[in-house]
């Protein structure tokens, strides 16, 4: 018997077409959540990923919350009650597609067009950001499916239309279906790659910790001129505080912040020092140079391995056009702190606290609003489950995958992990340049279609009970 | 004969009741320059003090400018071609009365009400800055003139329209008229006591230098978790450079900031010194009780005789409700150095630029918005015509007058100066709590009259011309 893999291979290869034509379809729908005007194609998003998923095989419905619905689909049988079982997450919503008049073509008209070095390239809101994702699981499902009856493990697909708008019903769903949702390892196809060629399992994430100071001086606002000197100025004070929160040489000066940092071990930092990550070309798209975060650590390294203390905005005082000689009575500024694996997010806040407190001289109060965080999330990628993945991408891409960080933070495999006490396989085959969450996102019809064969090939590496 | 003084000081006892009434008349006009709608009322309280001056012998008339008209009066011949010539000023417009329900009467329906230990006072919009003011100087010149047929010195009178909205035709004007309205000495009367019972000259006026500084960082505002830790963030780079500015001593740290300051005469900081200012009780009114400004300087030196950098606003990336993980692209302050005597603003201005330029990290630039400056005054208080008013105040309160500082600047002092180089004698009545500028603005009875009998002994000492 030939390589059951090999069919599959073989009959995505053979369905390319109709793959992009199920592709549009769902495209076609603006089903933007924040916006309660596209309640009813958020809905009819969701009936069509029931159907897509009950014309694969799949037990499917589409399930109410007090916001956008649910898709819950099991494929749990196909492969034998004591198959691995897999949670595939993914989400039909998309962000709203403004500025409208910066789109070459209308948001939800997909179409194709020449991506230079990228081949061809699908062009509508979603393409990427997650319809084109998530689709390349149900093609590799749906290949399976045709080539063999059956997948080769068992699959629960969980799909979301809240993503976009913060998932305000995911922690509730998850709750309430834990029985239902929790499944030996979830996979997430809402990553990239490391670039065009190379394919990336994301396995850290950093976390967050935010919070918003307020410094106040004086009762109400003052003339600068009938009481400057003697009046402590409130942005004077907020400007000399956080501009001691890092060192000449970008360190946070946070006592203990770096305490709980764990290091990537050697193993990672060689195959990131590898990459050869060109940082001036990276920050150049962005109009800067050189690294700016702490020295003595490469700039993906401040990006992935390394904590920060962000000031997202800053207000105090006059702000109009021209001059008001005033002394503010307030000020503030909001921060992020972005966390890596074994941070603690409230001892981050009570060290930031603490830093503010011992600095605050006579005569000014301090409030701090809106904290909250998430710790950061690293898997032990010692685990047999993402080597057996990393195989299955050099054996398509035929180059070993990237074992990358990631700057930001995606909540739901933090839900995963402390909701439901399981670990998720992060691949995803974006490109930097697919223009997410902007005018004339894209897909490579390349990461579209060598994506479905990489779930085929990780789905047939993940039968294997000794991997998970 | 009997002093011809003390004739003049008994018809203003005797007067006070027409006094008060003729205030009430001009209080009732709302001459607000600011607001378009209240022309007609600026130009009937022009024509008001024109017909007033008329009325005591001035040669009046109202000269119309390209926003309100200014009121000049001559009484120069009066007290003979040679006699010392001086010009008074003062203005007729007042700050628009909002907010209005704040107000315990009408602002233009200007009534009387106890006012504690200062007896009584005339509550309206304008009373105390600066119709009563300007008032006191006039019925102190009627008084004479009733008596005696005659003021003792030439008096010019110059009655602007626009102080409280910039003065825009007061250079155009004086320039025009240089001829007319350059004199021996200027008098004003738009400053304030050193409290109720003590009277006080006003001998330094501190200087201006505005600057808003911004600094760029990258091309477009970025996500704070996928750019955060090699980007560089304006936000941070502003702080660092803004919280430089000043030392843990509250010292100004831009080199060379102070090296052209002027200190006080020993015999002005010895004066100082006996005032026994109650620094924690000023402060204690606006939320504060601890000098801020340079340790080492009494908090009146700290407010009339010491520079400042002050930090009026601030502003960078998110600045809404709750959360955004931005970095800025841009993030910028608004700053005022307060200057005093023989500091240049443009050497200060050199200076301000010179301290961020320097620590500007790479990747980011800077433009400097806004500048614009004006120098201190400080008079030589040796001068005789000092002297002599000191002593005529002195005569009339019974308590030494108190050569005062002023932490804010006066234009018209700075325009005297620099265009018609002439020098000021600034002599007020004003009491700290006249609410001037906000609702219930109240002018004491005592301010009123004891300010029209100071101003009546000023005139004697000024007609010996050896003052001048």
Redesign the interface.
Known sequence: MADPLNAVLDALDAGRNAALTRLMEILEIPSISTDPAYQGDCARAAEWCAAALKAIGFDASVRPTTGQPMVVGHARLDAGADAPHLLFYGHYDVQPPDPLDQWQTPPFAPCIREDGANGQAVVARGASDDKGQFMTFLEACRAWRDVHGRLPVSVTVLIEGEEECGSPSLTPFLEANRGELKRDFALVCDTGQWDAATPAITTML?G?C?SEVVIT????D????????????P??V?????????DEHGAVQIPGFYDDVRLPGSEQRDQWKALEFD?PD??RR?????????AGHS?LE??WS?P?A??????????GP????????K?S??L?F?LVPNQNPDKIAVGFKAFVDSRL???CAVEYL?E?GSPAVGFDVSAPIFEAAAQALEEEWGKPAVFMG????IPIVESFQSQLGMETLLIGFALDDDQIHSPNEKYSLTSFHKGARSWARVLAKLADHNVL
Chains 1, 2 share one sequence.
């Open positions: 950093r967050l935010t001086g004086p009762s109400r003052l003339h600068s001129g009938m009481y400057g000197g003697p009046a402590q100025n942005i004077r907020l400007v000399q505080i956080l501009g001691a929160l890092h940082a990276f920050l962005v109009g800067l140079e050189t690294p700016a975060g702490e700039a401040q990006l390394r920060t962000e000031f997202n905005g800053i207000i105090g005082g006059y702000t021209g001059t008001k000689t005033v002394i503010p009575s000020a500024a909001k992020t972005r001289p006579a005569d809106g909250s990631c700057g930001g933070s």
